[in-house]
């Protein structure tokens, strides 16, 4: 079964050349060219990825991933004429895993949705029923549903949050940098400008959700002058995972 691409350009020519080299590949492609058809069409076609562009005429790229992230985990890949950092780091801190600066190669852009989505399949393999859990099962990592349970309840976090905090939680006690973090997450060698600084702000995020005192933290530590390690008691059951 080929996988859905929701792809999201009020530029026509753009939605069409994407369309056209999307559809070479395998991917089965929706289009849409405003912000209300697109979160319509995210809902009904439960897309495997969503290449979704900032300038849109109703409402921005940033606002949609804003409202998809409430509800959907879907990889997401932002296009944007906006080339300073600031405004590319947002988005991914929104929860883009990835963004293209335009103009771009058509090229690139399948090539970043076949790495993204690689990377998405690398989590789902893992066997049935493989969770983490620490502090008593205050905090559990559900590998195969890519679900965080906190305190009782499943909170919401981006795909790129997940990877940090499923990686780091495998290792306890394992000193990361910002580097060895970015590689985690980017496993098919792409890099960013920038983004090696958006990892502090992703951290931040997850202890706004995991962390009863975000201030004094007992998960996710900060190691001075090396990165983090993540700081959680696990539960027995851990030892055999």
């Given at each position: 079964?080929?996988?859905?691409?929701?792809?999201?350009?009020?530029?026509?020519?753009?939605?069409?050349?994407?369309?056209?080299?999307?559809?070479?590949?395998?991917?089965?492609?929706?289009?849409?060219?405003?912000?209300?058809?697109?979160?319509?069409?995210?809902?009904?076609?439960?897309?495997?990825?969503?290449?979704?562009?900032?300038?849109?005429?109703?409402?921005?790229?940033?606002?949609?991933?804003?409202?998809?992230?409430?509800?959907?985990?879907?990889?997401?890949?932002?296009?944007?004429?906006?080339?300073?950092?600031?405004?590319?780091?947002?988005?991914?801190?929104?929860?883009?895993?990835?963004?293209?600066?335009?103009?771009?190669?058509p090229r690139e852009v399948?090539?970043?949705?076949?790495?993204?989505?690689?990377?998405?399949?690398?989590?789902?393999?893992?066997?049935?029923?493989?969770?983490?859990?620490?502090?008593?099962?205050?905090?559990?990592?559900?590998?195969?549903?890519?679900?965080?349970?906190?305190?009782?309840?499943?909170?919401?976090?981006?795909?790129?949050?997940?990877?940090?905090?499923?990686?780091?939680?495998?290792?306890?006690?394992?000193?990361?940098?910002?580097?060895?973090?970015?590689?985690?997450?980017?496993?098919?060698?792409?890099?960013?400008?920038?983004?090696?600084?958006?990892?502090?702000?992703?951290?931040?995020n997850l202890r706004k959700?995991?962390?009863?005192?975000?201030?004094?933290?007992?998960?996710?530590l900060t190691v001075f002058?090396?990165?983090?390690?993540?700081?959680?008691?696990?539960?027995?059951?851990?030892?055999?995972?």
């Amino acid at each position: 079964m080929c996988q859905k691409i929701l792809l999201v350009d009020d530029e026509h020519m753009i939605t069409e050349v994407l369309e056209a080299y999307l559809r070479k590949e395998g991917y089965e492609v929706f289009t849409s060219d405003n912000g209300l058809d697109a979160l319509r069409k995210a809902d009904r076609v439960n897309p495997d990825l969503i290449v979704l562009d900032l300038m849109l005429p109703d409402i921005s790229g940033e606002e949609i991933c804003r409202l998809l992230r409430k509800e959907s985990d879907v990889p997401i890949l932002m296009l944007t004429a906006k080339s300073g950092e600031d405004e590319r780091i947002n988005g991914i801190v929104l929860g883009a895993d990835d963004y293209v600066t335009k103009p771009f190669s058509p090229r690139e852009v399948v090539v970043r949705v076949q790495a993204i989505l690689r990377r998405v399949r690398k989590t789902e393999h893992v066997p049935v029923g493989e969770q983490l859990s620490f502090n008593h099962r205050e905090l559990i990592i559900d590998l195969l549903k890519k679900e965080i349970t906190w305190m009782g309840g499943t909170i919401n976090v981006t795909p790129i949050e997940y990877r940090l905090l499923s990686n780091m939680a495998q290792n306890p006690g394992r000193v990361y940098s910002r580097m060895d973090l970015l590689d985690k997450i980017q496993e098919d060698g792409f890099s960013y400008e920038g983004y090696e600084r958006s990892i502090d702000t992703h951290i931040k995020n997850l202890r706004k959700k995991i962390e009863t005192d975000a201030r004094e933290p007992k998960y996710i530590l900060t190691v001075f002058g090396m990165g983090y390690k993540f700081g959680g008691a696990p539960d027995a059951k851990n030892a055999s995972l």
